[in-house]
């Protein structure tokens, strides 16, 4: 069964700062991997998805993810965070029969 | 389009009472999804439906728990009787393959449901 682990709970980084949020995940096949971020109060905004060809995805907002088989990870990237980006971050594994299964979400604190 | 529509955005309601949350999927979309999100458990995936016909319920927590879909524009998470347990947000969710090859799902702004 697909499954998919966040490891890090909460994490608190400065404004400006790099940002990495890990995910790995487990799926038998070819997995369709995906992003979504939640602003409190908001329902789930994805970012960026993988579905095949270019390992390196861009998405809104200045993400980007690298999906790397190898590892079975699909690590979410940001240069610079912006205090608008404190929000809770979900990873997502999905396959060809549409169901999804989701992480236990990361939580992202902007310090100024 | 409107996106996925949710209704009542917060409900209020004392043990033993049926809740009814109503979904709206974005029109076109043949995938519709029931969440639930608590603090304990994070996101759940209650159940889907693939062009109105349950696919998956297994993570409906209990008999106390129904869902259906009597056309392609509406769903309904019903509960009954509801308990304190079931307190959480409820997020309804909707994708199409036929949307760009994608299986992005994409979410409703929930139900915050309160049983006191």
């Known amino acids: 069964a697909q499954s998919v682990t966040q490891p890090g709970i909460h994490i608190t980084v400065s404004e400006g700062a790099s940002l990495e949020l890990r995910c790995n995940y487990s799926?038998?096949?070819?997995?369709?991997l995906f992003w979504y971020v939640q602003s409190p109060g908001q329902g789930l905004q994805l970012l960026l998805k993988?579905?095949?060809?270019?390992?390196l995805v861009q998405g809104i907002k200045g993400f980007e993810a690298e999906f790397k088989r190898s590892q079975s990870s699909f690590n979410l990237r940001k240069p610079s965070v912006h205090w608008s980006d404190a929000a809770e971050y979900f990873c997502?594994?999905?396959?060809?029969?549409?169901?999804?299964?989701f992480g236990a979400g990361t939580r992202l604190t902007v310090k100024p | 389009d409107a996106g996925v529509i949710q209704s009542p955005r917060h409900e209020v309601t004392e043990m033993g009472q049926e809740v009814t949350l109503r979904c709206k999927p974005i029109?076109?979309?043949?995938?519709l999804f029931w969440y639930r999100q608590t603090m304990m458990r994070g996101l759940e995936l209650l159940i889907y439906?693939?062009?109105?016909?349950?696919?998956?319920d297994s993570g409906m927590p209990e008999d106390r728990f129904s869902a259906k879909m009597p056309n392609a524009s509406f769903s309904t998470l019903k509960i009954q009787p509801s308990e304190p347990r079931d307190s959480a947000v409820y997020f309804c969710?909707?994708?199409?393959?036929?949307?760009?090859?994608?299986?992005?799902?994409?979410f409703g702004p929930g139900t915050r449901l309160t049983v006191t």
């Open positions: 969710a909707s994708s199409s393959i036929r949307d760009r090859g994608s299986y992005e799902q994409y």
């Open positions: 799926y038998g096949a070819t997995p369709y």
């Open positions: 993988y579905f095949s060809g270019d390992t």
């Open positions: 997502a594994v999905g396959g060809q029969n549409n169901d999804m299964r």
């Open positions: 029109s076109g979309h043949d995938y």
């Open positions: 439906f693939n062009n109105n016909v349950p696919i998956d």
